[in-house]
């Protein structure tokens, strides 16, 4: 089995053309300047390629069966590749939906903000309506250590035959709900549920695996791989005309893997490629875009919602190939410059810092207890009628401060003016955003006192913690010494 590189930089483009469907698929394609194909706006669709290369690349990355998968490290890093740009822009949506947060249900608001609203179909796309596919992607995530173990010793063509087997099965059942059960089963079930798309995972799972037991280099003809990507490529963009122009999703979905085949073909046949097509899609700009296309797919609508609105603010009035236009330019910006500047530091920070990660992660359940504390302590256990302006204080509260206390580095060297400044600061914003939602009508009080206590329990709290972990790390050190 060959050693893999880093990375497959000719792989990382197509991400971004995979968001770009997403991204046409919402804004229906009309740019103005130029009008895109309607079989290039299958945003689903692209969603399923998404799941064929996320299989690929942890089978790639993961997949050695002469080691063993440590969990703590994996579990890290899939976290911070996915949650800090999620919860990012979750942050933005819940922001532009700022009037109704303290209305939404705490079963709606939990299943977003950890990432299982895809098993709940009433809820898969409440809030950000692109984020059921993330958790789609944690269930895939979750799934990868156990299928490592299952498929160690297993024969690469006994898993290949097992994985188009369960493609073929998944598909067969689909279409059967899709055919008997559609008018009784919800669009939300058929189209996000986990289980679905679970084939083009485990495709592109084992068609990484076999990719890594090829002789390096494999042994095919330029000529031919070049021919199978165009034939993969034209059969693809074949079956979504087809679909488009005489309804072949009225029984089947290609919305749930079904071209899932294809799209492995695609796959692998450029992470063998060393032609012209490989060394461009290589280029460092397109890299950089293949890179940032997380950030385009998981914010491009919150954005859109947020440029709708300043422009709508303003009295701007635009028309719409103009207004896309503006959007599409400003979207890719913005993703490029988030995931430079937002994405990939917060990345590497959890990867090469653990341990203050874990710190960070702490304080935060520090700061909404906190906030609760003081409303407890001011109104009692039922809140005195003030339900949704403490759902309001701690929810925004814990955005506030933890971010503060990133800006000021505060981890970096655990300095108690920096986390009074910070405290000070959010206290500040805080007073303002809550006073701002009551003048609205949003909540149904200004509680003055509440948010004028609540941040010195938080830095009591905060700074008890520090002491109590590092009472009981000198603890645990005289014990090891001892013996």
């Known amino acids: 089995m060959q050693n893999p590189p880093a990375k497959l930089n000719q792989l990382t483009f197509t991400r971004f053309l995979a968001a770009l469907a997403v991204v046409f698929f919402h804004s229906g394609g009309d740019f103005g300047f130029f009008k895109i194909p309607a079989i290039f706006t299958a945003g689903l669709a692209a969603v399923s390629y998404f799941y064929v290369l996320s299989g690929f690349v942890m089978a790639y990355a993961y997949y050695r069966p002469e080691r063993k998968l440590n969990l703590l490290n994996y579990g890290l890093a899939r976290f911070a590749r996915i949650y800090p740009i999620y919860i990012f822009a979750f942050i933005v949506t819940c922001f532009y939906y700022i009037n109704v947060i303290p209305k939404t249900r705490f079963k709606e608001f939990a299943a977003n903000l950890f990432l299982y609203q895809a098993w709940i179909p009433k809820y898969s796309t409440s809030y950000n309506i692109t984020a059921w596919s993330l958790s789609v992607e944690v269930f895939f995530y979750a799934l990868v250590p156990i299928l490592i173990w299952v498929v160690a010793r297993q024969p690469v063509r006994r898993l290949i035959w097992l994985s188009v087997g369960f493609w073929a099965l998944s598909q067969l059942i689909h279409s059967s709900l899709i055919v008997q059960f559609s008018s009784s089963l919800t669009p939300q079930f058929l189209g996000y549920f986990p289980i679905f798309h679970l084939n083009a995972f485990l495709l592109g799972f084992v068609g990484g695996i076999w990719h890594l037991h090829q002789p390096a280099p494999i042994a095919r003809s330029t000529s031919l791989n070049i021919a199978l990507l165009i034939l993969a490529t034209s059969a693809t963009l074949f079956a979504l005309y087809s679909n488009l122009h005489y309804g072949f999703g009225a029984t089947f979905s290609l919305n749930v893997g079904l071209l899932a085949p294809l799209f492995l073909i695609v796959i692998l046949t450029l992470a063998s490629d060393s032609s012209f097509i490989s060394k461009f899609f290589s280029h460092p700009r397109l890299i950089l875009l293949g890179d940032a296309s997380y950030a385009l797919y998981i914010l491009h609508v919150p954005l859109r919602w947020w440029l709708e609105y300043l422009f709508s603010y303003f009295s701007i009035s635009l028309a719409p190939e103009i207004f896309l236009s503006i959007y599409l330019s400003s979207v890719l910006i913005v993703c490029v410059l988030i995931y430079k500047y937002v994405e990939a530091p917060a990345k590497d920070w959890i990867r090469n810092n653990p341990g203050k990660f874990l710190y960070f992660l702490l304080d935060v359940i520090l700061i909404a207890a906190m906030l609760k504390l003081a409303f407890i302590i001011r109104l009692g256990f039922h809140a005195g009628g003030f339900a949704l302006t403490q759902r309001f204080v701690i929810f925004f509260g814990s955005v506030i401060f933890p971010t503060l206390l990133l800006i000021l580095k505060f981890y970096r060297a655990c300095s108690w ?26 909540v149904e009080g200004f509680p003055r006192p509440i948010l004028g206590a609540a941040p010195f329990y938080i830095f009591l709290s905060i700074y008890l913690s520090r002491f109590i972990i590092k009472v009981l790390n000198a603890k645990r050190f005289l014990q090891s010494k001892s013996t």
């Open 417 to 442: 003016r920096k986390l009074a400044l910070a405290l000070f600061t959010g206290a500040i914003l805080l007073f303002g955003l809550a006073y701002y939602a009551w003048q609205k009508g949003w």
